[in-house]
């Protein structure tokens, strides 16, 4: 009797964990700010992109080692994606604007609080709408260092620059949230 109840309890366990539907496909996601870690990954990609030579393309998102052309929110959805490989994190969306990702996928931080590869959203000086994002390296002298990918001037791809801190550019500081 004993074996059969086992039985029975076992295969009743196994058919509502199974019913739950818990995988890396549900909705029942956590969603947290990213770790200092992964952020320091995703910067550390954003410097192959630079070496790779990779050219601006608006909408571009192209793979590391392919025929490279990224814009700016594809730099950071590319570099996340690579940096999160092999660890239970995901981003909360595969595809995602400067202004979505600022609206909808960070917390805003001050700037005193940013770490190496957080995220700067940045735009027209005299707007206040969001229509670039970078990469945060670090904070000296009075400049904002970052990466990003843009199509200006003498620059067309993904390079490493920086503006005065108190440059109206910068919008807002933010860590990318991510789900797990």
């Not at 109840?5 to 990213?34: H, T």
């Not at 770790?35 to 393309?57: K, N, W």
Request: charged letters at 25%; aromatic letters at 14%; glycine letters at 6%.
């Amino acid at each position: 009797m004993k074996c059969k109840f086992s039985f029975f309890l076992c295969a009743f366990l196994f058919s509502l964990f199974a019913s739950c539907n818990i995988d890396d496909n549900s909705d029942l996601k956590i969603v947290v700010d990213c770790p200092a870690e992964i952020a320091a990954r995703a910067f550390r990609f954003a410097e192959l992109y630079e070496d790779s030579e990779t050219i601006y393309e608006w909408g571009g998102q192209s793979p590391l080692r392919s025929a490279i052309a990224i814009d700016c929110s594809g730099l950071v959805v590319m570099c996340y994606k690579y940096a999160m490989v092999d660890t239970k994190y995901s981003l909360l969306l595969s595809d995602m604007s400067a202004n979505y990702m600022y609206e909808n996928t960070a917390s805003i931080v001050p700037l005193e609080k940013m770490r190496q590869g957080d995220l700067i959203f940045m735009g027209e000086g005299d707007s206040q709408k969001v229509t670039h994002i970078a990469l945060f390296d670090c904070e000296k002298d009075g400049n904002v260092y970052f990466i990003d990918s843009t199509e200006k001037e003498n620059i067309s791809g993904v390079s490493h620059r920086s503006y005065k801190s108190g440059d109206k550019r910068f919008k807002a500081f933010g860590v990318m949230k991510l789900q797990y």
